[in-house]
């Protein structure tokens, strides 16, 4: 028998913890480059621009929790774009050269071709444009991958958990057809939006035939497949271990049916593990957070949609960077008061999942997906 974790605190509050950052007496101009207590740099920055979502995805946003009375936060809670753009540049100064705009659903941000345009116009301290990416379920994606690239996005990811369109029906809970998906995406390739990664999220029990139907789908188009285990993350998705099918699993699965080999990563820190078909139709990658933890290396850090600042997927309680943003200080003042949390940080949720007093201790208390971004 399974049991069933029922969170003890109300999603609804939107009170996570979060701590006013400290600003160092001593202020020094970026440098382009920061590292961690465990000698990480600073690379990826994740933007939540919504909380907001159209699907209920089962691991992500389950409709028991997020039901028709549950409330989202009010707009004026939210990062300006004006904002956004301010801390991003801020940690571009500090050596951030890729940005992903994620959710909720970040197409149902109103106007978000426009916070692109602002974005792409920044340059990384080397002088090159962003890597400017976006996390979508392409409900949307297709009336707007035009717009978003004409706005200088660079590439799109797309969640899609089942090829199957029944199976795909019960994971999103929306009753939303894969068909629709997949027009997005073929508008998005049409565009130029390219390389697509397609994203799945693979659950034991739940999705796991979908594998090799995924793999075969998409190879020889220039699309790159990314299964994900399914994570704990958040406290609502009701995660157990044995729903876990580890990356190692799936790529035996899809090396049976189609021959790969190993290629190196695009950059430290990246994280998937990447993996190519012998025969030159293409790659896919695995993100292996639970059975393979890649905390050395991470690079990542998240902007939540009220502006909290979170060092992990995995974290507790984050840094109101928004305090900061609206509270009158300068650029360099703020510069240096994330630069300090970069440096102070010690985060490997993942290297200690196995511990049961570490997960039991964190169980109720992890940032939803949702609010967080993936």
Same mark, same amino acid.
């Given at each position: ?6 969170? !003890? ?73 004006? =904002?956004?753009?301010?801390?991003? #540049? ?9 940005? #992903?705009?994620?959710?909720? =659903? ?45 706005? +200088? ?42 390389? !697509? ?24 188009? +220039?699309? !790159? ?13 009701? $995660? ?34 990447? $993996? ?5 139709? +293409? ?58 949390? $970069? ?32």
């Amino acid at each position: 028998m399974t049991d069933t974790v029922i969170p !003890i605190f109300d999603l609804r509050d939107h009170r996570y913890r979060s701590m006013t950052p400290a600003i160092p007496a001593r202020l020094t101009p970026p440098t382009g480059l920061v590292t961690d207590t465990r000698g990480r740099m600073l690379h990826d920055l994740r933007i939540s621009v919504t909380d907001r979502c159209n699907f209920r995805c089962v691991y992500c946003m389950p409709k028991e929790v997020f039901d028709k009375d549950y409330t989202f936060l009010p707009h004026s809670a939210l990062l300006s774009f004006e =904002e956004i753009e301010r801390a991003a #540049r801020l940690f571009v100064a500090h050596g951030v050269e890729k940005i #992903r705009l994620t959710g909720g =659903e970040p197409l149902l941000r109103k106007n978000i071709e426009r916070l692109v345009e602002m974005l792409a116009r920044i340059e990384t301290v080397s002088g090159k444009p962003l890597d400017l990416t976006l996390t979508t379920n392409a409900s949307l994606l297709a009336r707007k991958a035009r717009a978003l690239r004409d706005a +200088g996005l660079t590439r799109v990811s797309v969640s899609l958990d089942a090829i199957d369109d029944a199976t795909f029906r019960r994971m999103n809970d929306v009753d939303f057809a894969v068909r629709d998906v997949l027009d997005g995406i073929e508008t998005a390739q049409s565009v130029g939006l390219a390389p !697509i990664k397609v994203n799945m999220v693979v659950k034991r029990g739940t999705n796991d035939a979908e594998v090799v139907p995924m793999a075969r789908h998409f190879r020889n188009t +220039g699309i !790159i497949v990314r299964f994900i285990e399914f994570m704990d993350v958040g406290a609502s998705n009701h $995660w157990q271990m044995d729903e876990v099918l580890p990356s190692n699993e799936v790529v035996r699965r899809i090396d049976d049916a189609f021959p790969l080999e190993m290629i190196t990563a695009n950059y430290t820190g990246e994280t998937a593990e990447r $993996w190519r078909y012998r025969d030159g139709g +293409g790659e896919i990658g695995v993100i292996s957070s639970v059975s393979h933890a890649f905390c050395g290396d991470c690079s990542r850090t998240r902007l939540s949609t009220e502006g909290k600042l979170y060092q992990c997927l995995f974290a507790t309680e984050g840094y109101d960077l928004r305090a900061l943003l609206r509270g009158g200080h300068s650029d360099l003042e703020i510069s240096n008061a994330i630069a300090q949390i $970069w440096r102070d940080r010690t985060d490997n949720y993942s290297e200690q999942r196995g511990d049961p007093a570490v997960r039991l201790a964190r169980a109720e208390q992890k940032i939803e997906m949702s609010y967080i971004g993936g």
